[in-house]
């Protein structure tokens, strides 16, 4: 299986400069083979990612000379991966390529010809060793490395295909069905209520604060640049906080549980939320799945995500009936039909967790159940997929 490490890089000024400019060379050739793509569709051709690679091979000396000043890789894995991102347009993955843009999108991609790993350092072309915040965490073939911004901090992620670990999981034959929540980080089926971290509140306070000050900076001035990387390190912050409650769950629950239940769609996000708040919420569903995927095939649980019509919610978990209408606001219920009071965020994770048994059982032929074959197909086809993508932890 493919997995990746991302380390934080200590760089001096001359090492982020180069960082800069080759993200540059990287967003440069990005963005002109976005555009050649355009133009030779619309003129009734069949575009590229290879012969685009070609045709600025052919004219960057004279064009684009500055480009020559930074690892060839720069340019070209820019361009494979855009003809990366129209294949996952063409299979319906994705939407249509966007450009590239400064700050948000600062990166370049060295194939493994290109850099060396040694202990706590990464050689670049043209610029040596580069010194890294911790040594690699994976043994296995390394495939190539990516090296980002972000927080005006330089990052690079290393991707390795590795063996797979055997599993030291207990095999007891425990299920669990998890609902991903908004006030609460996740509920499970057992009745357990996991709290996220608390917003810090003197961090959200200093959110404010450097938002308001960035605000009312110049554009384009140097205080705003600064107030900008400031408040970027503060959100870098508060989003550690996060990700790290969220690997703590996830690895609990795949090493604790056999089978797994969630839900396909986060659906709460989508009806509660606006903007920001709903942004979180989302790259938190999100997260946590991804998260989940990876961790269950380490451990050898199995992780079943319902189809996205399965309503977790409105189904009462003890008589199977469904109700038609379960406002947000309403946190307990009792069921119309067999008088079972429910809690709201348990109920639905009971739901997950039966969903999840029966598809395994299905899977296994004792018995076979329509309705839970979306789910498991689901399953499937998301395995199926990691075979091919690489998995960050
Ligand atoms: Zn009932």
């Known amino acids: 299986m493919l997995r990746a490490h991302k380390i934080e890089l200590k760089v001096n000024n001359k090492q982020a400069t180069y960082f800069a400019k080759a993200s540059g060379v990287a967003r440069k050739a990005y963005n002109w083979a976005l555009v050649e793509w355009q133009k030779q569709y619309e003129a009734g051709g069949n575009p590229s990612e290879a012969a685009l690679r070609r045709q600025l091979n052919s004219i960057k000396r004279k064009e684009f000379p500055w480009m020559l000043e930074v690892s060839k890789n720069a340019p070209q894995m820019a361009i ?36 060396a790993v040694n202990d706590y350092r990464i ?7 580069v010194r890294m915040r911790e040594s690699l965490r994976f043994i296995g073939k390394i495939l190539s490395a990516t090296i980002s911004r972000r927080a005006n901090k330089w990052f690079v992620s290393i991707a390795l295909e590795v063996q797979k670990p055997i599993s030291t999981v207990n095999d007891n034959q425990v299920a669990v069905g998890i609902d991903l929540g908004l006030n609460h980080l996740a509920t499970l089926s057992t009745g357990e209520k996991i709290k996220g971290p608390k917003p810090h ?17 110049q554009k384009g001035s140097n205080n705003r640049k600064k107030a900008a990387i400031k408040l970027a390190r503060l959100h870098y912050r508060i989003s550690n906080i996060r990700r790290d ?7 609990r629950l795949a090493t604790h549980f056999n089978i797994i239940g969630i839900e396909g769609l986060h659906v709460k996000g989508m009806l509660k939320n606006r903007k920001l708040s709903r942004s979180i919420s989302d790259m ?46 309403i946190r307990d219920w009792t069921c119309l039909f067999c008088f079972t009071q429910h809690d709201r965020d348990i109920n639905a994770a ?40 690489v998995i960050y932890g």
């Open 80 to 115: 494979m991966q855009l003809g990366q991102a129209f294949k996952h347009f063409f299979a319906k993955r994705a939407r249509y390529p966007t450009f590239r843009k400064k700050w948000r999108d600062d990166r370049f991609t060295l194939t493994n010809d290109q850099f």
């Open 123 to 129: 050689r670049i072309p043209h610029l040596g060793w």
């Open 201 to 217: 509140k003197a961090l959200m306070n200093r959110l404010k604060r450097l938002s308001r000050h960035l605000s009312c900076k």
């Open 245 to 251: 409650a969220q690997h703590q769950l996830t690895t």
């Open 284 to 329: 938190g569903f999100h997260e946590i799945k991804r998260q989940l995927e990876y961790k269950t095939l380490v451990c050898n649980a199995k992780l079943v995500v319902a189809d996205r019509w399965f309503a977790s919610s409105k189904i009462c978990s003890c008589c199977k009936n469904k109700i038609d209408k379960l406002p947000l606001s």
């Open 350 to 389: 009971r739901n997950l967790e039966q969903l999840a048994v029966s598809s395994t059982v299905s899977a296994c032929g004792v018995s076979s159940d329509g309705a839970n074959a979306l789910a498991l197909a689901s399953h499937v086809t998301l395995k199926q997929e990691f075979n091919t993508k």
